[in-house]
Nanobody, 127 residues
Framework: QVQLVESGGGLVQAGGSLRLSCAAS????????MGWFRQAPGKEREFVAA???????YYADSVKGRFTISRENAKNTVYLAMKSLKPEDTAVYYC?????????????????????WGQGTQVTVSS
């Protein structure tokens, strides 16, 4: 199973920016999709963004135009660049990998699509 380690969370004012990183273990990173999810206190985990092995991207409506997911296969890393942050973006952000389905060509919007998860990184946006 892939090991995932997130970093880059923190406290930021509304309107600010942050970039999250997620480093994956193993040698097959380029073959599978990666995703970001978040969970706010008292709420269910929700989809934020995903990127397929070949660069296709998917976003939740709530973050379109503000967040950008990207991957750097040479570093086994996926990024989530967040701008124009809002207090409602406050949550623990989790990185996820669909390493069990290399070269999968479907879309990604659900947590069930991903089998490996990181421990999460806190993002707090103050008003």
């Amino acid at each position: 199973q892939v090991q995932l380690v997130e970093s880059g969370g923190g406290l930021v004012q509304a309107g600010g920016s942050l970039r999250l990183s997620c480093a994956a273990s193993g040698r097959t990173f380029s073959s599978y999709a990666m995703g970001w999810f978040r969970q706010a206190p008292g709420k269910e985990r929700e989809f934020v963004a995903a990127i397929s092995w070949n660069g296709g991207t998917y976003y939740a409506d709530s973050v379109k135009g503000r967040f950008t997911i990207s991957r750097e296969n040479a570093k086994n890393t996926v990024y989530l660049a967040m701008k124009s942050l809002k207090p409602e973006d406050t949550a623990v952000y989790y990185c996820a990998a669909d390493s069990a389905r290399p070269w999968y060509s479907g879309s990604y919007y659900y947590s069930a699509d991903f089998g490996s998860w990181g421990q999460g990184t806190q993002v707090t946006v103050s008003s």
